[in-house]
Protein backbone atom coordinates (compact mmCIF):
# COMPACT_ATOMS: atom_id res chain seq x y z
CA UNK A 1 0.00 0.00 0.00
CA UNK A 2 1.21 3.62 -1.13
CA UNK A 3 0.37 6.98 0.06
CA UNK A 4 -0.68 9.27 -2.84
CA UNK A 5 -1.39 13.04 -3.18
CA UNK A 6 -3.60 13.72 -6.03
CA UNK A 7 -3.27 17.59 -7.26
CA UNK A 8 -5.81 18.67 -9.66
CA UNK A 9 -5.79 21.87 -11.51
CA UNK A 10 -8.61 24.31 -11.50
CA UNK A 11 -8.21 25.19 -15.18
CA UNK A 12 -8.77 21.63 -15.63
CA UNK A 13 -12.12 21.39 -14.60
CA UNK A 14 -14.28 23.21 -16.77
CA UNK A 15 -15.49 26.71 -17.35
CA UNK A 16 -18.54 26.73 -14.54
CA UNK A 17 -20.17 23.89 -12.25
CA UNK A 18 -21.85 22.28 -14.93
CA UNK A 19 -18.70 21.48 -16.76
CA UNK A 20 -16.76 20.64 -13.50
CA UNK A 21 -19.12 18.22 -12.25
CA UNK A 22 -19.47 16.35 -15.45
CA UNK A 23 -15.27 16.01 -15.80
CA UNK A 24 -15.21 14.59 -12.57
CA UNK A 25 -17.58 12.00 -13.26
CA UNK A 26 -14.53 11.00 -15.24
CA UNK A 27 -11.70 12.00 -12.96
CA UNK A 28 -13.76 9.74 -10.18
CA UNK A 29 -12.96 6.90 -12.25
CA UNK A 30 -8.82 6.37 -12.06
CA UNK A 31 -8.99 7.89 -8.10
CA UNK A 32 -11.16 4.75 -7.25
CA UNK A 33 -9.19 2.49 -8.94
CA UNK A 34 -6.04 3.66 -6.97
CA UNK A 35 -8.51 3.35 -3.74
CA UNK A 36 -9.93 -0.08 -5.17
CA UNK A 37 -6.22 -1.41 -5.62
CA UNK A 38 -5.49 -0.64 -1.67
CA UNK A 39 -4.04 2.89 -1.70
CA UNK A 40 -4.34 5.67 0.57
CA UNK A 41 -5.64 8.71 -1.25
CA UNK A 42 -5.50 12.68 -0.71
CA UNK A 43 -6.87 14.48 -3.10
CA UNK A 44 -6.18 18.20 -3.77
CA UNK A 45 -7.24 21.16 -6.28
CA UNK A 46 -6.90 24.17 -8.13
CA UNK A 47 -9.46 27.24 -7.69
CA UNK A 48 -7.82 30.24 -9.80
CA UNK A 49 -10.81 30.49 -12.13
CA UNK A 50 -13.46 29.54 -9.44
CA UNK A 51 -12.26 31.70 -6.74
CA UNK A 52 -11.60 34.96 -9.46
CA UNK A 53 -15.41 34.80 -10.10
CA UNK A 54 -16.83 34.02 -6.77
CA UNK A 55 -14.73 37.21 -6.08
CA UNK A 56 -15.62 39.09 -9.08
CA UNK A 57 -19.75 37.93 -8.66
CA UNK A 58 -19.52 39.84 -4.97
CA UNK A 59 -17.63 42.55 -6.28
CA UNK A 60 -19.73 43.97 -9.07
CA UNK A 61 -22.83 43.10 -7.38
CA UNK A 62 -25.24 46.17 -6.23
CA UNK A 63 -27.59 43.59 -3.98
CA UNK A 64 -24.81 41.95 -1.69
CA UNK A 65 -21.84 43.15 0.32
CA UNK A 66 -18.66 42.49 -0.70
CA UNK A 67 -16.95 39.15 0.72
CA UNK A 68 -13.05 39.10 2.05
CA UNK A 69 -10.59 37.28 -0.58
CA UNK A 70 -9.88 34.58 2.09
CA UNK A 71 -14.00 33.57 2.41
CA UNK A 72 -14.20 33.89 -1.23
CA UNK A 73 -11.40 30.90 -1.32
CA UNK A 74 -13.50 28.95 1.10
CA UNK A 75 -16.31 28.96 -0.34
CA UNK A 76 -14.46 27.93 -3.74
CA UNK A 77 -13.15 24.73 -1.21
CA UNK A 78 -16.39 24.09 -0.43
CA UNK A 79 -17.91 23.64 -3.58
CA UNK A 80 -15.30 22.34 -5.57
CA UNK A 81 -15.04 19.63 -2.53
CA UNK A 82 -18.76 18.98 -2.55
CA UNK A 83 -18.25 18.33 -6.32
CA UNK A 84 -15.41 15.85 -5.96
CA UNK A 85 -16.77 14.39 -2.76
CA UNK A 86 -20.47 13.51 -5.11
CA UNK A 87 -18.54 12.26 -7.54
CA UNK A 88 -15.68 9.80 -5.85
CA UNK A 89 -18.78 8.86 -3.44
CA UNK A 90 -20.70 7.49 -6.54
CA UNK A 91 -18.50 5.71 -8.30
CA UNK A 92 -17.45 4.07 -5.25
CA UNK A 93 -21.08 3.06 -4.80
CA UNK A 94 -21.41 1.99 -8.42
CA UNK A 95 -18.08 -0.42 -7.89
CA UNK A 96 -19.94 -1.39 -4.02
CA UNK A 97 -16.78 0.10 -2.45
CA UNK A 98 -18.00 0.53 0.95
CA UNK A 99 -15.39 4.13 2.19
CA UNK A 100 -15.92 7.37 3.40
CA UNK A 101 -14.91 10.41 1.63
CA UNK A 102 -14.16 14.03 3.51
CA UNK A 103 -14.08 17.16 1.96
CA UNK A 104 -11.93 19.30 4.67
CA UNK A 105 -11.97 23.00 4.55
CA UNK A 106 -7.81 23.81 5.50
CA UNK A 107 -5.90 26.76 6.08
CA UNK A 108 -2.27 26.94 4.64
CA UNK A 109 -0.28 29.16 7.29
CA UNK A 110 1.90 31.62 5.14
CA UNK A 111 4.48 34.29 6.04
CA UNK A 112 3.15 37.78 6.29
CA UNK A 113 6.56 39.24 5.09
CA UNK A 114 6.78 37.01 1.71
CA UNK A 115 7.68 38.53 -0.95
CA UNK A 116 4.87 38.03 -2.58
CA UNK A 117 2.70 40.09 -0.86
CA UNK A 118 4.60 42.96 -2.95
CA UNK A 119 4.45 41.34 -6.57
CA UNK A 120 0.97 39.55 -7.03
CA UNK A 121 2.10 37.07 -9.74
CA UNK A 122 -0.95 34.14 -9.31
CA UNK A 123 -3.44 34.30 -12.11
CA UNK A 124 -6.85 33.85 -11.25
CA UNK A 125 -10.25 34.36 -12.73
CA UNK A 126 -11.33 33.92 -16.34
CA UNK A 127 -9.36 35.23 -19.11
CA UNK A 128 -10.05 38.75 -21.12
CA UNK A 129 -8.88 40.46 -23.84
CA UNK A 130 -6.81 42.76 -23.79
CA UNK A 131 -8.99 45.54 -24.33
CA UNK A 132 -11.12 44.21 -21.51
CA UNK A 133 -8.55 43.05 -19.13
CA UNK A 134 -7.56 47.66 -19.53
CA UNK A 135 -11.22 48.64 -18.30
CA UNK A 136 -10.82 46.02 -15.29
CA UNK A 137 -7.62 47.41 -14.00
CA UNK A 138 -9.02 50.88 -14.97
CA UNK A 139 -12.52 50.19 -12.85
CA UNK A 140 -11.72 47.82 -10.65
CA UNK A 141 -7.92 48.51 -9.16
CA UNK A 142 -7.01 44.67 -10.49
CA UNK A 143 -3.78 43.83 -11.89
CA UNK A 144 -4.03 42.15 -15.04
CA UNK A 145 -1.30 40.09 -17.15
CA UNK A 146 -1.14 38.06 -19.97
CA UNK A 147 -1.01 34.19 -19.02
CA UNK A 148 0.95 31.82 -21.07
CA UNK A 149 -0.61 32.70 -24.48
CA UNK A 150 -4.49 32.45 -23.49
CA UNK A 151 -5.33 35.83 -22.96
CA UNK A 152 -4.90 38.30 -19.48
CA UNK A 153 -5.45 37.45 -16.21
CA UNK A 154 -6.44 39.11 -12.97
CA UNK A 155 -2.89 38.51 -10.29
CA UNK A 156 -3.09 38.15 -7.16
CA UNK A 157 -0.28 37.39 -4.33
CA UNK A 158 1.19 33.54 -4.32
CA UNK A 159 2.99 33.12 -1.28
CA UNK A 160 4.71 29.94 -0.54
CA UNK A 161 3.19 27.83 2.16
CA UNK A 162 5.05 26.96 5.46
CA UNK A 163 2.47 24.71 7.14
CA UNK A 164 -1.02 23.13 6.77
CA UNK A 165 -2.98 23.71 10.26
CA UNK A 166 -5.29 20.27 9.29
CA UNK A 167 -2.26 17.75 8.80
CA UNK A 168 -3.39 15.70 11.86
CA UNK A 169 -6.62 15.58 10.66
CA UNK A 170 -5.30 14.50 7.31
CA UNK A 171 -3.19 12.03 8.48
CA UNK A 172 -6.45 10.61 11.45
CA UNK A 173 -8.87 10.25 8.25
CA UNK A 174 -6.32 8.74 6.10
CA UNK A 175 -5.35 6.27 9.15
CA UNK A 176 -9.14 5.22 9.67
CA UNK A 177 -9.52 4.09 6.30
CA UNK A 178 -11.14 7.37 4.75
CA UNK A 179 -10.29 9.09 1.64
CA UNK A 180 -9.47 12.87 2.07
CA UNK A 181 -10.26 15.80 -0.05
CA UNK A 182 -7.77 19.11 1.44
CA UNK A 183 -5.60 22.29 0.58
CA UNK A 184 -8.39 22.74 -1.99
CA UNK A 185 -7.35 25.96 -4.01
CA UNK A 186 -4.32 25.94 -2.40
CA UNK A 187 -5.76 26.35 1.37
CA UNK A 188 -7.26 29.25 2.46
CA UNK A 189 -4.26 31.32 3.31
CA UNK A 190 -3.62 32.28 6.94
CA UNK A 191 -1.04 34.21 9.14
CA UNK A 192 0.28 33.63 12.45
CA UNK A 193 -0.09 36.79 14.51
CA UNK A 194 -0.19 37.16 18.47
CA UNK A 195 -1.38 33.21 18.66
CA UNK A 196 -4.15 33.91 16.43
CA UNK A 197 -4.68 33.08 12.61
CA UNK A 198 -5.64 35.89 10.43
CA UNK A 199 -7.31 35.29 6.89
CA UNK A 200 -4.99 37.65 4.06
CA UNK A 201 -5.92 38.23 0.85
CA UNK A 202 -3.95 35.76 -1.60
CA UNK A 203 -4.23 32.40 -3.50
CA UNK A 204 -1.58 30.03 -2.41
CA UNK A 205 -0.25 27.85 -5.95
CA UNK A 206 -2.22 24.80 -5.21
CA UNK A 207 0.95 22.77 -6.25
CA UNK A 208 3.37 24.17 -4.02
CA UNK A 209 0.40 23.32 -1.29
CA UNK A 210 0.12 19.67 -2.17
CA UNK A 211 3.86 19.28 -2.25
CA UNK A 212 3.86 20.59 1.24
CA UNK A 213 1.01 18.61 2.48
CA UNK A 214 2.40 15.49 0.97
CA UNK A 215 5.95 15.77 2.62
CA UNK A 216 3.73 16.61 6.02
CA UNK A 217 1.72 13.44 5.34
CA UNK A 218 4.63 11.57 4.59
CA UNK A 219 3.25 10.66 0.85
CA UNK A 220 5.27 8.36 -1.46
CA UNK A 221 3.53 9.76 -4.63
CA UNK A 222 2.73 13.52 -5.46
CA UNK A 223 0.70 13.23 -9.16
CA UNK A 224 -0.35 17.01 -10.58
CA UNK A 225 -2.67 16.24 -13.04
CA UNK A 226 -3.22 18.94 -15.62
CA UNK A 227 -4.53 20.07 -19.14
CA UNK A 228 -1.28 18.58 -20.81
CA UNK A 229 0.27 15.25 -21.05
CA UNK A 230 3.58 15.20 -20.51
CA UNK A 231 5.51 18.23 -19.36
CA UNK A 232 7.64 19.91 -22.86
CA UNK A 233 10.88 21.36 -23.22
CA UNK A 234 10.35 24.11 -26.60
CA UNK A 235 6.73 24.10 -25.89
CA UNK A 236 4.91 25.26 -29.58
CA UNK A 237 7.51 25.25 -31.92
CA UNK A 238 9.29 22.61 -34.04
CA UNK A 239 11.84 21.92 -31.39
CA UNK A 240 8.57 20.50 -29.12
CA UNK A 241 9.85 17.73 -27.30
CA UNK A 242 7.53 15.53 -24.33
CA UNK A 243 9.91 14.84 -21.20
CA UNK A 244 9.02 11.04 -19.44
CA UNK A 245 11.78 10.03 -16.74
CA UNK A 246 13.42 12.84 -15.80
CA UNK A 247 16.02 13.61 -12.83
CA UNK A 248 15.89 16.45 -10.43
CA UNK A 249 19.15 17.26 -11.81
CA UNK A 250 18.11 17.41 -15.05
CA UNK A 251 14.67 19.22 -14.35
CA UNK A 252 16.93 22.14 -12.59
CA UNK A 253 19.05 22.26 -15.66
CA UNK A 254 16.28 23.09 -17.78
CA UNK A 255 14.33 25.54 -15.23
CA UNK A 256 17.84 27.29 -15.54
CA UNK A 257 17.27 27.46 -18.97
CA UNK A 258 13.95 29.30 -19.19
CA UNK A 259 11.98 26.67 -20.40
CA UNK A 260 8.79 26.43 -18.12
CA UNK A 261 6.61 29.47 -18.20
CA UNK A 262 6.16 31.22 -14.89
CA UNK A 263 2.37 31.06 -14.40
CA UNK A 264 1.56 28.34 -15.82
CA UNK A 265 4.46 24.77 -16.06
CA UNK A 266 6.78 25.91 -13.68
CA UNK A 267 5.04 26.27 -10.10
CA UNK A 268 4.37 22.73 -10.85
CA UNK A 269 8.10 21.73 -11.84
CA UNK A 270 9.17 23.10 -9.06
CA UNK A 271 7.01 20.95 -6.28
CA UNK A 272 7.50 18.11 -8.11
CA UNK A 273 11.22 18.70 -8.42
CA UNK A 274 10.89 19.57 -4.09
CA UNK A 275 9.40 16.66 -3.73
CA UNK A 276 11.23 14.25 -5.80
CA UNK A 277 14.72 15.68 -4.10
CA UNK A 278 13.29 13.52 -1.12
CA UNK A 279 13.69 10.20 -2.73
CA UNK A 280 10.41 10.16 -3.40
CA UNK A 281 8.44 9.82 -7.27
CA UNK A 282 6.68 12.68 -8.38
CA UNK A 283 4.49 12.84 -12.06
CA UNK A 284 3.21 15.37 -14.26
CA UNK A 285 0.37 13.73 -16.76
CA UNK A 286 -3.11 15.07 -17.82
CA UNK A 287 -6.32 14.17 -16.15
CA UNK A 288 -7.32 11.77 -19.54
CA UNK A 289 -3.90 9.86 -18.56
CA UNK A 290 -4.59 9.44 -14.39
CA UNK A 291 -4.74 5.69 -14.40
CA UNK A 292 -1.73 4.93 -16.49
CA UNK A 293 0.36 7.84 -14.76
CA UNK A 294 -0.79 6.57 -11.58
CA UNK A 295 0.88 3.02 -12.43
CA UNK A 296 3.58 5.83 -13.52
CA UNK A 297 3.02 4.60 -17.41
CA UNK A 298 2.69 7.71 -18.27
CA UNK A 299 3.21 11.51 -18.02
CA UNK A 300 6.29 13.34 -16.49
CA UNK A 301 7.81 11.01 -13.96
CA UNK A 302 10.27 13.19 -11.78
CA UNK A 303 12.90 10.98 -9.34
CA UNK A 304 16.09 11.65 -7.39
Excluded at 66 to 92: K, R, T, V, W
Excluded at 206 to 223: F, R
Amino acid sequence: MSRYVVSLGGNALGKNATEQKELLKTVAKPIVSLIKDGHEVVIAHGNGPQVGMINLAFTESTSTPDMPFPECGAMSQGYIGFHMQNAIANELARQGIRKSIAALVTQVVVNEHDEAFQNPRKPIGSFYSKEEAEQLEQSMGYTMVEDAGRGYRRVVPSPMPIDVKEKDMVKTLLHDGHIVITVGGGGIPVIEKDGELHGVAAVIDKDNASETLAELIDADYLVILTAVDNVYINFGNDMQEALEKVTVAKMNQLVDEGHFAPGSMLPKIKATTRFASNGKTAVIASLDNAEQAFKLKAGTIITL
